[in-house]
């Protein structure tokens, strides 16, 4: 259900020192009206009824976290300034140019699983609005803007910021429990967290491991600059300085109008030894760069760092198990026990790509799947990167790793059936290869393939079939940087008998074929005898995702012999079953 902002101007001086000083915004600030939103629709969900929050006024409008603490914040008409407090729902006002509004641009959708606020680009000459909110510190956290900045103080349970010319700051408490990365293509990444341990790339990036990193942080801007500080140690002033610059940052105060994005700047110099182009499973030499390695049955390794990712589920009720730490994991290698060097939670987030077949007798169908994709969207964390490709004869990306759940609902909507056969094999490495280039730099990784497996090399399929092989594609899975889980949709109630047909057992081998590769993959398999219990399965893959943890570690063993090491990792609380990876080879 949308609930649209309704508002009260009120005229006053703007105090933007109160608990966050933004100087970049102070200018704007100064000059703006503060509008506090104010909830006038009454809502019913399961039968109960929100009340007005009017009497809230002066603390902005109070919103109920789901569950699970997605939370949303997409504004592309303004900023956002966002921080921790010790509640337990979230507070969000408005802050607009001068100009009466007859209704505010702002939407607020809630669901069980996911809390948005939203304020799409409105028309030229519209007015800005510049979103504030204070949040738990349960919150997993996905802000969203175009050219303005984006705030934030304190460390919610995850975060994810994405700009596309916007700056980013991020202040952190002095002892953060983070696993950290910035990027920003044509912009500046800068840091002065005295607790970072900091490993450099040969992109304008920043990667750290704060204390045990626990907690996800992701930040990702085309063209703006990021800066990460210390909450306790400086003030808020912008810092732009290139890593690895020996040079003083310079403090630079910017005002991007609606539309504008600055002239790309030079890419800062990086320290560091250049990135390991070798394939996976094969380590890189020795140096300072971070490990990236993900699920899968076979693991790569890179600069002698080991990263497993396994999730986690209590044997006797088959729930997840989510609030583990480091300490409660035993790992080792050939029995040989093992130090773990980095942690990542359940909280870290993933890159998700749907792979879904519209060939064969799915065609009838469409509506149905394109649904249930949409559903998975809804499911999916907020800050997950979602991308979705669908094939039969060749590929379509639909979209590409993406925050942007509405413009993804938006594309998935328009999915139009390709044509031709059905290349299952080949469509899937396209997924590995081609979807996941842009996201190497990430541990955590999956592919969710709907498919009935029937790849048109299988006895009596009609067409011209893949033409990488099924055992090239189990290598392939093995090796593959992420985690495969397979749906297998039984088409078979949809197909013609003949004998010139499809044979009974043609789809037993497509279907033993599509839980192999979940197997060899580290994912799950999962059956859907119907198309309509589609949407269930995706649900059930989200709340698997939501189990996985990353642990890393250096191997004892230093010898590369291309030898195949088993790795097993046990978990020190009763009941409690980890599942991951079986080993790598050590090249």
């Known amino acids: 259900m949308d609930i649209y902002f309704a508002h009260k101007s009120l005229r006053k001086q703007t105090n933007v020192t109160q608990s966050i000083n933004i100087t970049y915004l102070r200018d704007f600030l100064e000059k703006s009206v503060r509008v506090f939103v104010i909830l006038c629709l009454a809502l019913f969900a399961n039968g109960a009824t929100f009340s007005s929050a009017s009497s809230q006024l002066d603390e902005g409008l109070h919103l ?6 997605n939370l949303r914040i997409e504004n592309l008409r303004g900023g956002v300034i966002a921080q921790l407090w010790n509640e337990d729902y979230v507070s969000v006002s408005a802050i607009f140019d001068s100009g009466k509004q007859s209704r505010s641009p702002a939407v607020v959708q ?11 680009r409105g028309p030229v000459n519209s007015p800005r609005i510049n979103v504030e909110l204070h949040v738990p510190a349960r919150a997993h956290v996905a802000i969203i803007t175009g050219e303005s900045s984006v705030a934030v103080r304190g460390l919610p349970a995850a975060l994810l910021v994405q700009t596309i010319s916007g700056e980013i700051r991020v202040e952190l408490p002095a002892t953060p429990g983070a696993s950290l990365i910035a990027e920003s293509r044509t912009g500046t990444v800068s840091s002065s967290l005295s607790s970072a341990v900091v490993n450099q790339t040969s992109r304008p990036q920043l990667q750290a491991r704060l204390g045990n990193g626990s907690k996800g942080v992701r930040l990702y801007s085309q063209a703006g600059n990021i800066t990460l500080a210390n909450a306790a140690a400086e003030s808020l002033g912008i ?39 070798s394939g996976a499973g094969t380590p890189a030499p020795v140096s300072n760069e971070p490990e990236e390695i993900s699920e899968g049955d076979v693991i790569r390794v890179d600069t002698e760092l080991v990263s497993v990712n396994v999730s986690v589920i209590d044997r006797g009720t088959n729930r997840a198990v989510n609030d583990l730490a480091k300490e409660d994991f035993r790992l080792s ?7 773990i060097a980095h942690f990542d939670s359940v909280s870290a987030p993933f890159n998700l790509v749907l792979l879904i077949d519209l060939s064969g007798s799915t065609t009838r169908v469409v509506e149905l799947i394109k649904s249930a994709a949409l559903h998975f969207v809804e499911a999916a964390r907020p800050f997950d990167r979602i991308g979705v490709i669908t094939f039969a004869g ?20 328009a999915i139009e059936k390709p044509e031709g056969s059905t290349k299952l094999y080949d469509s899937l490495t396209f997924a590995m290869d081609e979807v996941f280039r842009e996201a190497k730099d990430s541990r955590r990784n999956a592919i969710v393939v709907m498919s009935d497996g029937l790849d048109s090399v299988l006895p009596n399929v009609t067409g011209e079939g ?10 392939r899975a093995k090796e593959f940087d992420g985690v495969i889980y397979s749906i297998w949709v039984d088409t078979q109630s949809y197909e013609p008998l003949s004998p010139l047909d499809i044979q009974q057992e043609t789809f037993d081998l497509a279907h033993d074929r599509m839980r192999d590769l979940a197997d060899h993959g580290g994912g799950v398999f999962y059956e859907c005898e119907e198309l309509k219990d589609l949407a269930g399965a995706y649900d059930r893959v989200v709340a698997d995702l939501g189990t996985v943890y990353t642990l890393s570690y250096r191997p004892t063993n230093k010898v590369r012999d291309g030898s195949w090491r088993t790795v097993r990792v046990n978990v020190i609380r009763a009941n409690a079953v980890a599942r991951g990876k079986r080993g790598y080879y050590a090249k």
């Open 64 to 69: 109920e976290l789901p569950a699970n603490g």
């Open 239 to 277: 810092a732009t300085t290139a890593l690895g610059s020996s040079s003083a940052p310079t403090v630079r105060h910017e005002t991007l109008e609606p539309g504008a994005v600055p002239t790309p700047k030079q890419k800062p110099e990086l320290t560091g030894p250049p990135k390991n182009s």
């Open 110 to 120: 809630r669901t069980d699983s996911l809390l948005s606020v939203r304020a799409a």
């Open 466 to 475: 893949s033409k990488l092989s099924y055992d090239e594609l189990v290598k």
């Open 333 to 339: 290698e050939d029995n040989a026990p093992q130090q």
């Open 394 to 413: 060749s590929q379509v990306v639909v979209s590409p790793l993406t925050t942007d759940h509405n413009t993804l609902r938006q594309r998935i909507s």
